[in-house]
């Protein structure tokens, strides 16, 4: 690890430079004030050992100014110096330094305080990596109230792939291939961007998690990356509401334009977690419990929401519904019990 060391005595900064690569630290040298600050931005140390008085700006200007800059207020800076008076002291913790040490000092004493406060950062870094990580995972797929929940507690989130129960939901616009034979390209994205922000508007509602686009349709999580234990609720509550809306929805459009949106629902075990190359992951869900959804959706016709006979077992008492019987789904050799959703509880 890097430690910069802000000293304008020659015999100072040898007796640092013995401890600190004695350590297995890497030492870059200051010897002003403004070097410092020039030296601090070009290699981000991982610490600085900073002198007070020094040639131009002293040590006091030089940690307060690294302590106002974004990209550096989160490097420990020690300040080691020989001014120990009280005010001294309170002066360079009140302009944002993280330690006071005052010399002459014992060197092992400063070899463990490096030590504690690298140890602090390595901890800080971690945590910062971790939530900037979930950040970039979810912040745009889910409500803005999840990811603060994600980012107070990043320890109840599993980016890698683990075994979980999980409610998915497909949607999908019906007669969206025939709508865009009679539209201009600008104007059938519009179309379908206003609808797709009707589907992600009710999805969020609910707290779900937008796995994916498929085109005209979108695939829904419930019960990652935050626990819900209404999430199979959540899943139908979203579908029922959003074919409330559709009619007034639908005055906007021409009548052509007015699609129904198909539902397919199912409740069970997938493996979740990111899933491609360290630069480009995608939080998704996979397993028989996804394949089951998608497969629900496509047989779904005129607006229906398909449910699976495990996802009705868990709502039956909020919505009502009506059996359609087994039914055969591509790619799977077991029938499904289908119901559809008639109404159910805003």
Same mark, same amino acid.
């Given at each position: 690890?890097?430690?910069?060391?802000?000293?304008?005595?020659?015999?100072?900064?040898?007796?640092?430079?013995?401890?600190?690569? +004695?350590?297995?630290?890497?030492?870059?040298?200051?010897?002003?004030?403004q070097?410092?600050?020039?030296? /601090?931005?070009?290699?981000?140390?991982?610490l600085?050992?900073?002198?007070?008085?020094?040639?131009?700006?002293?040590?006091?200007? !030089?940690?307060?100014?690294?302590?106002?800059?974004?990209?550096?207020?989160?490097?420990?800076?020690l300040?080691?110096?020989?001014?120990?008076d009280?005010?001294s002291?309170?002066?360079?913790?009140?302009? +944002?330094?993280? %330690?006071y040490i005052i010399?002459?000092?014992?060197?092992?004493?400063?070899v463990?305080?490096?030590?504690?406060?690298?140890?602090v950062?390595?901890?800080?870094?971690?945590?910062?990596?971790?939530?900037?990580r979930?950040?970039?995972?979810?912040?745009?797929?889910v409500?803005? #109230? @999840?990811?603060?929940?994600?980012?107070?507690?990043? +320890?109840?989130?599993?980016?890698?792939?683990q075994?979980?129960?999980?409610?998915?939901?497909?949607?999908?616009?019906?007669g969206?291939?025939?709508?865009?034979?009679?539209?201009?390209?600008?104007?059938l994205?519009?179309?379908?961007?206003?609808?797709?922000?009707?589907?992600?508007?009710?999805?969020?509602?609910?707290?779900?998690?937008i796995?994916k686009f498929?085109?005209?349709? @979108?695939?829904?999580?419930?019960?990652t990356p935050?626990p819900?234990? %209404?999430?199979?609720?959540?899943? !139908?509550?979203?579908?029922?509401?959003?074919?409330?809306?559709?009619?007034?929805?639908?005055k906007?459009? %021409?009548?052509?334009?007015?699609?129904?949106?198909?539902?397919?629902?199912?409740?069970?075990?997938?493996v979740?977690?990111?899933?491609?190359?360290?630069?480009?992951m %995608?939080?998704?869900?996979?397993?028989?419990?996804?394949?089951?959804?998608?497969?629900? #959706?496509?047989?779904?016709d005129n607006? #229906?929401?398909?449910?699976?006979?495990?996802?009705?077992?868990?709502?039956k008492?909020?919505?009502t519904?009506?059996?359609?019987?087994e039914?055969s789904?591509?790619?799977?050799?077991?029938? /499904?019990?289908v119901?559809e959703v008639? +109404?159910?509880e805003?």
């Amino acid at each position: 690890m890097k430690v910069l060391v802000a000293e304008d005595n020659p015999g100072n900064r040898q007796l640092l430079e013995d401890i600190l690569r +004695g350590q297995g630290y890497e030492a870059i040298f200051a010897r002003d004030g403004q070097e410092a600050l020039t030296l /601090v931005f070009q290699s981000m140390p991982d610490l600085i050992l900073l002198d007070i008085n020094m040639p131009g700006l002293d040590g006091f200007e !030089v940690c307060s100014r690294l302590k106002a800059d974004n990209a550096t207020r989160q490097i420990p800076i020690l300040m080691l110096t020989a001014l120990g008076d009280v005010n001294s002291r309170v002066k360079g913790l009140s302009v +944002g330094a993280d %330690d006071y040490i005052i010399k002459p000092y014992n060197p092992r004493e400063l070899v463990a305080r490096i030590d504690a406060h690298l140890r602090v950062k390595r901890n800080t870094d971690e945590l910062r990596a971790t939530q900037e990580r979930i950040r970039k995972t979810f912040e745009r797929f889910v409500p803005p #109230q @999840v990811v603060r929940r994600l980012l107070d507690n990043p +320890g109840m989130v599993q980016l890698g792939g683990q075994l979980q129960q999980v409610t998915v939901l497909f949607a999908d616009l019906q007669g969206f291939s025939a709508m865009s034979e009679r539209l201009a390209p600008e104007h059938l994205l519009d179309v379908l961007n206003q609808y797709h922000y009707l589907l992600v508007e009710h999805i969020k509602r609910e707290e779900g998690t937008i796995d994916k686009f498929l085109g005209d349709g @979108v695939m829904a999580l419930y019960n990652t990356p935050l626990p819900q234990p %209404d999430h199979t609720l959540r899943a !139908v509550r979203t579908a029922i509401n959003i074919q409330r809306v559709l009619p007034e929805f639908h005055k906007r459009f %021409d009548p052509f334009c007015r699609l129904n949106v198909n539902f397919g629902i199912h409740a069970g075990e997938a493996v979740v977690g990111n899933v491609g190359t360290p630069e480009l992951m %995608d939080f998704t869900a996979i397993g028989d419990a996804v394949n089951i959804a998608s497969r629900l #959706q496509e047989i779904s016709d005129n607006g #229906q929401i398909l449910i699976s006979e495990e996802t009705y077992e868990h709502i039956k008492s909020h919505v009502t519904a009506r059996p359609l019987g087994e039914k055969s789904i591509r790619g799977r050799e077991m029938t /499904v019990m289908v119901y559809e959703v008639l +109404g159910g509880e805003p």
